[in-house]
């Protein structure tokens, strides 16, 4: 049972991305998703979230940056990031829980995919 991240990579500053979180032993249509990241040499924090309904959840400081969605037939949760900015920088992981939920109630940690924005 595991979740796991793809799609990072090296971009310019402005650039966009689409993070894939796809899950194996399991179906994600029954759980809520989430969406962290940590950068270097700081915690890890909780940037999106998507319930079993499609209800989204982001902190303000990425709200109208990134957007998270689901395609249940693909067993896939997507993290869109647009106009990406070097303190974006940060290895991205996907987590299932619930996305009212406390961070340390999330499970299914995959390996995560590094973003890294620079010019």
């Known amino acids: 049972v595991q979740l796991q991240a793809s799609g990072g990579g090296v971009v310019r500053p402005g650039d966009s991305l689409r993070l894939s979180c796809v899950a194996s032993?399991?179906?994600?249509?029954?759980?809520?998703i989430g969406w962290f990241r940590q950068a270097p040499g700081k915690e890890r924090e909780g940037i999106s979230c998507i319930s079993t309904d499609g209800t989204t959840y982001a902190p303000t400081s990425v709200k109208g940056q990134f957007t998270i969605s689901r395609d249940n037939a693909k067993n896939t949760v997507y993290l869109q990031m647009n106009g990406l900015k070097p303190e974006d920088t940060a290895v991205y992981y996907c987590?299932?829980?619930?996305?009212?939920?406390?961070?340390?109630?999330?499970?299914?940690w995959g390996q995560g995919t590094l973003v890294t924005v620079s010019s």
């Open positions: 987590a299932k829980g619930l996305c009212y939920g406390p961070e340390k109630d999330f499970s299914s």
């Open positions: 032993g399991f179906t994600l249509d029954h759980e809520d």
